[in-house]
């Protein structure tokens, strides 16, 4: 069985997180420029005199294919990588995948990946 883990972290971690999954020989991940808020909220910011509230802050969405026996990997690897023990840091889920197709050649399931 494959699985999805999608992460939402701050953008600064990105190369982290890319290499720390690297040396534990994870391969191919998409990461996407997102904006969004939790239990951070936002913060108010101050230009040419006026002050105006950011509610969205810009964050990295990262996804992963993997199989199920890696996906505890992924998660921890993401969290340890991720994590500075601030609000912000982010979030990671899980989510089982039906169905995988490798376009070029047709491969399916885990030959896929």
């Given at each position: 069985?494959?699985?999805?883990?999608?992460?939402?972290?701050?953008?600064?971690?990105?190369?982290?997180?890319?290499?720390?999954?690297?040396?534990?020989?994870?391969?191919?991940?998409?990461?996407?420029?997102?904006?969004?808020?939790?239990?951070?909220?936002?913060?108010?910011?101050?230009?040419?005199?006026?002050?105006?509230?950011?509610?969205?802050?810009?964050?990295?969405?990262?996804e992963i294919l993997?199989?199920?026996?890696?996906?505890?990997?992924?998660?921890?690897?993401?969290?340890?990588?991720?994590?500075?023990?601030?609000?912000?840091?982010?979030?990671?889920?899980?989510?089982?995948?039906?169905?995988?197709?490798?376009?070029?050649?047709?491969?399916?399931?885990?030959?896929?990946?």
């Amino acid at each position: 069985m494959l699985h999805m883990i999608t992460a939402i972290i701050r953008p600064h971690n990105v190369e982290t997180v890319k290499d720390a999954l690297r040396e534990q020989g994870i391969q191919g991940m998409t990461v996407t420029e997102v904006k969004g808020y939790g239990r951070q909220g936002g913060h108010t910011e101050t230009y040419r005199g006026a002050e105006y509230t950011v509610d969205f802050m810009p964050k990295a969405k990262i996804e992963i294919l993997a199989e199920s026996d890696q996906a505890d990997l992924v998660v921890q690897t993401i969290s340890d990588a991720a994590r500075s023990g601030k609000i912000g840091d982010g979030k990671i889920w899980v989510t089982s995948v039906d169905r995988a197709v490798r376009i070029r050649t047709g491969e399916m399931g885990s030959e896929a990946v």
